[in-house]
């Protein structure tokens, strides 16, 4: 039986005002995002939103899901008095992220080429996210707080895609992303399966995909939404379950499914028309990681059937942390900074947008690289890596 998320105490997550986050089996009857359990996760209480997107289609459907939630007007999403920035301490941040929601348009409408964890990182119908894993980037640009941003104007951005993907025509070359499908990443900045707790955001890009024979959409994640299940995507979704030791999860994805839950839903999730992947991020070293690591591939192995095995894939990323990051946690979660700051191992890098980055060292990242490709080709020899850096 999986067992539930421990906050970064090792305890409960009462901090965090969760207890557990033990999705129901998907045949229990009426939507997920309806239960307790999502309840829980998601109390929301003030709904920040820009004019236009409060009175938009999704942006009304959303205010009547929380009819108890003070609606206040903000004139940009990107700035809003008090939310944004890293003051206050880590009790209200991670409460913000539960009880707070923002409502925008998305004015910038940009596909960019990766060639990582897919062909093109599409403009997401998200920002900000309501877990909070200790070393996460998607909220340096607006404070660590940084809640759930619902970007209203679905359809321009779905639009936007589908003239993307004609444009592309046919893929001629395989690459490791696909071997025939463009994929476009639709969670870059966020977490589709709790979005899809909010609104149906996930659900209309999933099914725009299914008209687009040659695109494939794509995210990672760290929940378990047994309502995805119900969303046919006929092939065209590739959820990426993000894993890691149970202990480091634990540790670090504070508010997240347990891993072993993430594990045990990959059937689920196949049989229902998903693409299952595995995404290995972030690996952390620290005292014990090889062994570690070598029994969540041993879980994987004895746990996955056949089919989750052959149509699988994982990539592989190594921790990057940054300075700021490591400031403010030391603040609310000083012993996950004991595994993630770690200048004996660390270098610094400066990031595209001038961010005071450090990644492993170059020596000592490329044999861990090649330690965790080892361990895969030991324990779950039928797991393709499709890369790893
Ligand atoms: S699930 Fe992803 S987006 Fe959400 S806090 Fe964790 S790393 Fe960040």
């Not at 995002?33 to 236009?52: G, M």
């Not at 047994?226 to 480091?248: H, K, N, Q, V, Y």
Request: proline share 7%; aromatic share 8%.
């Amino acid at each position: 039986m999986p067992t539930p998320s421990a906050g970064p105490d090792g305890g409960s997550d009462a901090l965090f005002g969760l207890d557990a986050l033990e999705p129901p089996p998907p045949s229990a009857g009426p939507s997920f995002r309806d239960s307790d359990t999502a309840r829980r996760l998601l109390p929301v209480r003030e709904i920040h939103a820009e004019p236009a997107a409060a009175a938009s289609a999704r942006g009304r459907q959303i205010i009547a899901r929380f009819p108890e939630a003070r609606l206040i007007e903000v004139d940009s999403h990107w700035r809003v008095p008090g939310l944004h920035g890293n003051e206050g301490n880590v009790e209200r941040w991670v409460r913000v992220k539960g009880e707070t929601l923002v409502l925008g348009e998305r004015k910038t409408l940009d596909t960019r080429p990766n060639g990582r964890s897919a062909d093109w990182i599409a403009p997401g119908l998200s920002n900000g996210c309501a877990l909070a894993c200790a070393y996460c980037y998607v909220p340096r640009r607006k404070g660590y707080a940084n809640p759930i941003t619902v970007f209203t104007n679905v359809d321009r951005i779905i639009a936007h895609l589908g003239r993307h993907i004609a444009r592309q025509g046919r893929k001629q070359e395989p690459n490791q992303c696909d071997p025939t499908a463009w994929v476009y990443d639709i969670g870059e900045n966020g977490d589709c399966s709790v979005d899809a707790l909010v609104c149906d955001n996930t659900a209309d890009l999933v099914r725009a995909f299914r008209r687009w024979p040659t695109a494939k959409a794509s995210f990672a994640t760290k929940f378990v939404n047994p309502d995805l299940l119900a969303l046919e995507p006929w092939g065209r979704t590739r959820i990426r379950f993000s894993l890691m030791p149970e202990a480091d999860a634990r540790l670090l994805d504070v508010r997240t499914s347990p891993v072993a839950a993430r594990v045990a839903a990959a059937a689920d999730f196949l049989d229902a028309g998903y693409e299952v992947h595995f995404n290995f991020s972030p690996v952390v070293l620290r005292p014990g990681w090889r062994e570690a690591w070598g029994d969540l591939l041993r879980h994987l192995d004895d746990v996955l059937p056949e089919r989750v095995k052959r149509q699988a894939a994982a990539e592989v990323i190594m921790l990057t942390h940054n300075q700021g990051l490591h400031e403010v946690n030391l603040g609310w979660h000083p012993r996950a900074e004991q595994v993630l700051w770690r200048p004996d191992l660390q270098q610094a890098k400066r990031s595209e947008n001038g961010a005071s980055n450090v990644r492993y060292r170059n020596a000592i990242k490329a044999e861990a690289v090649n330690a965790l490709r080892e361990l895969v080709g030991v324990h779950a020899p039928w797991l393709r890596i499709r890369y790893a850096f």
